[in-house]
């Protein structure tokens, strides 16, 4: 298998290990590679403009796959004072600004997978999730747009305002919805719907939960260089520590790989979202070491780096009671941002609440970036829920 095969699907040992048992990630995996592939990738000049990355090391626009899904570099904000914190204390990156139609950390990987699946010659695309799954939803509706019919693996998770809005959000952008039990219940399913549905000349491209594979993890390799020309602009001061939710763990990998490729000492500190692998600190390590690898393939110039689990910080003791708890802090904060930024009590509100706890317990000249992975754009939601599961109308009604 390739590198860059190898990078795309995840490896052998992450999908086995995703599948949770019988090898069913892998499978789909190696399922994915079926089909052939053309090599009309988007114009270098389009990659340079508007990719930090890329623009740091142009011999990456001849070999990644991407497409412009977003408006990108987003802006960094001052977010202290709002918050009770000293000015200049705690700063934002408003990455749910990444697309004026749906946005958020998702936009990032989507930009490099639907390229990947329109090379290889894909109609259709299945993914995973939870039933208020924002990667589902920027699957959904950014994959749509793009021409391919969507089909959405959703397994339980409490049901939420937010859970309700994602889930007319999928109807919506005419998504098929299929329920699941559990995640391994939904990757068996995949399995047998990505062979179904090629069976009848959908060619589908399976997606991973959240997204995140080797080759998505490079949209936050990108980001991190964004930071990089943002400090350099004198945008933001070079931050001390960037705290970030790692659910299915791409976005921290990529800011971990990239932060230190451009040559940034900011410490990034991933706060668990999920009580399920992958959100365990030695596979960020891996995902993170992977991607840099993935890119110095390509361009020798850059630098060879190590990650090591010592380079960055995982908090558990913010999760609560499970993945989509709502916690008190995690609600709190939602609250006391609402003025500034959106975000919500799954990823983003249990964060920004251990951001701020540090940030009140950390030295006066310490700079704190807060990542903001949640959408902020108003998307279309369906005016009622029919097309749902029947399983999952149970669910609303309780």
Not at 29 to 38: C, Y
Not at 227 to 255: H, M, N, R, W, Y
Request: net charge positive.
């Amino acid at each position: 298998m390739s590198r860059r095969i190898f990078l795309a699907t995840g490896g052998a040992l992450l999908g086995i290990l995703a599948a949770g048992s019988g090898g069913v990630g892998y499978i789909l995996h190696k399922l994915n590679r079926i089909g052939s592939r053309s090599n009309d990738f988007h114009s270098t000049e389009e990659k340079l403009l508007r990719s930090a990355l890329f623009r740091a090391y142009p011999p990456l626009a001849q070999h990644i796959p991407w497409i412009s899904l977003g408006d990108l570099p987003t802006p960094i904000e001052k977010l202290g004072s709002s918050l009770g914190l000293p000015e200049g204390k705690l700063w934002v990156k408003r990455d749910d600004l990444t697309s004026p139609v749906y946005g958020g950390n998702k936009v990032r990987k989507l930009e490099h997978l639907l390229e990947d699946a329109r090379l290889r010659g894909r109609k259709s695309l299945i993914t995973i999730g939870g039933l208020g799954s924002n990667h589902s939803l920027a699957t959904a509706i950014h994959g749509g747009r793009q021409g391919l019919n969507v089909h959405l693996c959703l397994s339980d998770q409490p049901v939420t305002k937010y859970v309700r809005r994602n889930l007319a959000g999928f109807l919506a952008a005419g998504a098929k919805i299929h329920y699941c039990q559990n995640t391994k219940d939904a990757y068996r399913y995949s399995r047998r719907l990505f062979r179904e549905l090629k069976g009848k000349g959908e060619a589908p491209y399976f997606i991973l939960s959240g997204g995140t594979c080797g080759l998505s993890n490079v949209g936050h390799v990108n980001a991190a260089f964004e930071i990089a020309e943002q400090v350099k602009a004198g945008l933001l001061p070079e931050p001390d520590k960037l705290f970030v939710a790692a659910g299915t763990c791409g976005t921290i990998s990529g800011l971990i790989a990239g932060l230190k490729i451009a040559g940034l000492s900011t410490r990034v500190v991933g706060v668990r979202v999920v009580d399920s692998f992958p959100a365990y600190p030695y596979i960020i390590r891996y995902y993170a070491q992977k991607v840099a690898d993935y890119l110095r393939k390509y361009d020798r110039s850059i630098p060879r780096v190590r990650i090591e689990k010592a380079d960055f910080d995982l908090l558990t003791n913010y999760l609560g009671g499970g993945y989509g708890v709502v916690t008190v802090g995690g609600k709190e904060a939602v609250e006391q941002a609402a003025s500034r930024i959106s975000l919500e009590t799954t990823y983003t509100g249990k964060t920004l609440a251990a951001c701020l706890d540090y940030c009140r317990k950390a030295d006066l000249e310490e700079k704190i970036l807060f990542w903001n992975s949640y959408n902020s754009a108003e998307f279309e939601q369906s005016p009622n829920y029919d097309g749902l599961p029947d399983e999952i109308m149970q669910k609303l009604s309780l």
